[in-house]
């Protein structure tokens, strides 16, 4: 049975649940369906009937080699909704990891590293730019220990904290 073919049977036997939760009644169920009667394909199967092989309108349809020497060429600073420094954290954090690769060790010399698993790439200098002497490879407990200001952070024999 296919998902449209359950929210059919779930809307018609009146289980189908709104935005609060309890099972509508007979009169809801009519409202329902009458306000929404054009709005509604009148199968609900149609909703994925076009979406796989021939019938999907992108079907044999294929990308010009200079449309995609265009496309490769807008990365970086040529791409259109490039922000420079002005990049928002999250943004700055995917640019790290593209460009410098996942965090895979803690760079942190006072570091015991017993076991450690999970690394993440953190800001040592409070300065958010898009440069690697800002940033640190830190296992998570160096990172944490270090954001509430409880330890210092050794690297390449530079203290950073307080």
Known sequence: MTKSEALKLRWENGTFKGTTGRKMSDTEKEKHSVALRGKMPKNLEMLNANKFGKNNPMWGKTTSDLQKSVMRARVGELHP????????????????KKNEGSANKCENLDCSKDGKKKFAWANITGIY?????????????????????????????KIYGN
């Open 81 to 96: 909704n490039w922000k420079g420094d002005d990049v928002g954290y999250c943004g700055l954090h995917d640019w790290l």
């Open 129 to 157: 730019k898009r440069e690697r002497k800002h940033w640190a490879m830190l296992c998570v407990t160096c990172h944490n220990r270090y954001d509430k200001k409880k330890i210092k952070l050794n690297i390449n024999n």
